[in-house]
């Protein structure tokens, strides 16, 4: 197992083992068992308490959704919550994931989502942000042909750096605002934690949906 060890919190994970995923890598090429269907899988990186990943599961039955997360004491929370909403199309790996690519082949991810990624502030971490060009073309290498990205945040020196990403690694940007709740796209919809709580603070919500 690769959880980050926290008093407690393995035992609770360990009970709720039909909602994780254990070594991803050996998954590769083949998450369609995990499932136990053919459906489109769709993943979130960084999913945080897990309330945007057991909505949109809850939202979307014909799809099967795989939640990352690389904190066990947050990760357990995603995990309680689907077992409680009883959710089958949802499993979650605990782990930082890296290198996505190592975990997934290409054309398995039908879409990502990128949720108030931590925004790595100082220039020299650059390389940590989950819209780095670096992390992009891991992204490139799961998604199917179609398939889109799709990231929020508050954080605007966050979202201008990944649409400088986006642009410069010759993605294409379908949809883009910086005020994603007086804007008409459906991904106000399905609301994350931290979206909730900046947004209780005032603070706007900005959105980027793009394609290869
Ligand atoms: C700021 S929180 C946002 C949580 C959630 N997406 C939301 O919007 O409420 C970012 C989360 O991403 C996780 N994270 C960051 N990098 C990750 C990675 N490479 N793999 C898995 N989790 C990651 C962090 O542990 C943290 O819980």
């Known amino acids: 197992m ?3 060890r926290v008093k407690g919190a393995t035992e609770k994970l360990e009970k709720l083992s039909g909602y994780i995923t254990t070594n991803p890598q050996d998954f590769k090429g083949r998450w369609k068992e995990v499932f ?3 459906n489109d899988i769709y993943l979130e990186m960084g999913c945080g308490k897990g309330q945007f990943i057991t909505q949109m599961a809850k939202k979307h039955p014909e799809r099967n959704f795989i939640g990352v997360e690389g904190q066990e004491r947050v990760l357990l929370r995603a995990a309680q919550l689907a077992s ?3 959710i089958t199309n949802v499993t979650f790996v605990c782990e930082f994931l890296r290198e996505p690519s190592l975990a997934f082949d290409k054309g398995e991810v039908a879409g990502l989502f990128l949720n108030f990624s931590d925004p790595w502030p100082k220039a020299r971490h650059a390389k940590r942000r989950l819209t780095h ?5 891991e992204y490139r290498k799961i998604l199917v042909d179609s398939g889109n990205l799709q990231f929020k945040t508050d954080n605007d020196d966050l979202f201008d750096f990944s649409v400088e990403e986006f642009t410069e690694t010759g993605m ?5 605002t910086y005020d994603l709740h007086n804007t008409l796209f459906n991904s106000r919809e399905v609301t994350t934690e931290y979206e909730d709580k900046f947004r209780s603070w005032g603070k706007t919500i900005k959105y980027a949906k793009v394609e290869y």
Do not use: A, F, W
């Open 2 to 4: 690769r959880y980050r």
């Open 36 to 38: 136990g269907n053919d």
């Open 84 to 86: 409680t909403e009883g």
């Open 133 to 137: 060009r670096r992390y992009l073309g």
């Open 172 to 176: 294409k940007i379908v949809e883009l």
